[in-house]
């Protein structure tokens, strides 16, 4: 039976509209059913040529009893980041907070009234990679907001702080120096896995924006140029 994304135009929130998960779309239905529930919200965000996405679907999303965990204990919500490049900017800027990187899927654990409290990205099906399983994520999650609220208040407030915008932004806040550009390419470049490709170990996710970042420059900066179209080209 089609979830509440069934009506949706988005082609990604499509492919998970026949998912036993009862996913819903952001939006005010989805928001107020957690408030009326007072049930935690599990936000999925990822995009349709996304191929980690597509794995936890078919992995995690397909799977009966994974779904039924999910839905007795959260509201699920499924979101496009290219439909919504600003829930997914708020919440991208959560994830690395809490983990030390970002990637899609990204899956973050919020409160009621929207503060993050647990993120990740791609969860496998059993344990690998040092990686818990999606399974136990959930019922650590659940198990926490049952038995212990309070920390949970604790991490949302403290990871709210953390994203939310100052009231008075400094000066020169926005300004980066040609010298902090060139050292961020030269960093990347110098971490680049020559081997494997990306960046950092396994599992690895497409770094869209480093490599939007990565051709950007290359218009600009020709002492780099060669190495830059090498990296982002590398297959």
């Given at each position: 039976m089609p979830n509440h994304l069934v009506s949706e135009n988005s082609p990604y929130l499509l492919q998970h509209a026949n998912n036993p998960v009862n996913w819903y779309a952001w939006g005010e239905e989805a928001l107020t059913k957690a408030r009326l529930e007072n049930k935690p919200i599990f936000?999925?965000?990822?995009y349709a040529a996304c191929h980690w996405c597509h794995r936890m679907r078919e992995e995690s999303f397909e799977d009966p009893e994974t779904a039924i965990l999910m839905?007795?204990?959260f509201i699920s919500i499924k979101v496009d980041r290219e439909e919504r490049p600003d829930v997914d900017g708020i919440y991208m800027?959560?994830?690395?907070?809490?983990?030390?990187s970002g990637g899609w899927p990204m899956s973050v654990f919020l409160t009621p009234d929207l503060r993050p409290f647990f993120a990740?990205?791609?969860f496998p099906p059993v344990r690998r990679h040092n990686m818990p399983s999606f399974k136990e994520v959930l019922s650590s999650i659940a198990n926490a907001w049952?038995?212990?609220?309070?920390e949970v208040d604790r991490v949302g407030n403290q990871?709210?702080?953390?994203?939310?915008?100052?009231?008075?932004k400094p000066e020169n806040r926005?300004?980066?120096?040609?010298?902090?550009?060139?050292?961020a390419i030269k960093n990347l470049l110098e971490s680049y896995d020559w081997g494997y490709g990306g960046w950092g170990a396994a599992p690895k996710f497409p770094q869209s924006m480093t490599i939007e970042f990565l051709l950007h420059r290359a218009t600009?900066?020709?002492?780099?140029?060669?190495?830059?179209?090498k990296a982002v080209t590398h297959v």
């Open positions: 936000l999925s965000v990822g839905n007795q204990e800027q959560a994830t690395v907070a809490m983990t030390g990740g990205t791609y049952h038995e212990d609220v309070q990871v709210l702080e953390h994203i939310r915008p100052p009231l008075h926005n300004e980066i120096t040609t010298d902090a550009l060139e050292a600009t900066d020709t002492t780099q140029r060669e190495q830059i179209i």
